[in-house]
C-alpha cells in the first residue's frame, strides 16, 4: 500500500532513497529530502507491507505529467514484484497522469511497462 511521506518517516524514507546510485552520497541525499519537503511539485510515498515500510517511490508533479525520480525497494524484498506493484500503484493514484521515467529510474520503468514514453524531459 502507498502511504504519503510525512515527516516522521525521515529516517526510513533516507534509508531507502539511498539505495538508488546517485543517493549514496549523503549531502545528495540529504538535498534530495529537502526538495521533497520543501517543494510541493515533488512527492514522496513509501511502500508498506504488513507493518514495515520496504520500499519508496519518489515522483516530480508538472501539469498532466508525472515524473518517475526515484524509486527503490529494501534489498530484502527484491525479486518479488514489490517495485511493479509500486509504480503500478502509483499510476493507479494518478489515472488521468502522463507517467514517464526519468534518466535514473527509466531502466526499471520499462521493465514495468513495455509501451512506455521514456521522457528526459529539460524542466
Ligand atoms: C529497481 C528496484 C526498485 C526493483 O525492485 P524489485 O522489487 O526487486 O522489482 P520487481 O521484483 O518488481 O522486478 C524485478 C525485475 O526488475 C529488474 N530490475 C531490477 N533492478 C533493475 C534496474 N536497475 N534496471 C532495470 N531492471 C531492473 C530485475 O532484473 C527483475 O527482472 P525480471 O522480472 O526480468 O527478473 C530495486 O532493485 C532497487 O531498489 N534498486 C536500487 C535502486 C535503484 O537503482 N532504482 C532505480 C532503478 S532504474
Not at 531507502?16 to 549523503?26: A, G, T, W
Not at 516530480?60 to 514489490?82: A, K, L
Request: charged letters at 25%; one cysteine or more.
Amino acid at each position: 500500500m502507498l502511504i504519503r511521506y510525512k515527516k516522521h518517516y525521515e529516517k526510513i524514507a533516507m534509508g531507502l532513497l539511498s539505495f538508488m546510485p546517485k543517493e549514496k552520497n549523503l549531502n545528495n541525499l540529504r538535498a534530495t529530502m529537502k526538495k521533497y519537503e520543501a517543494d510541493p511539485n515533488y512527492k514522496l510515498y513509501l511502500w508498506k507491507h504488513e507493518e514495515d515500510m520496504i520500499g519508496i517511490i519518489g515522483i516530480y508533479v508538472q501539469g498532466d505529467s508525472i515524473q518517475i525520480e526515484h524509486v527503490c525497494v529494501n534489498p530484502s524484498h527484491r525479486q518479488q514484484g514489490i517495485g511493479k506493484q509500486i509504480v503500478k500503484a502509483l499510476s493507479a493514484e494518478y489515472p488521468t497522469k502522463n507517467i514517464t521515467a526519468s534518466e535514473d529510474t527509466m531502466n526499471f520503468y520499462d521493465k514495468c511497462f513495455c509501451t512506455i514514453e521514456n521522457s528526459v524531459e529539460q524542466r
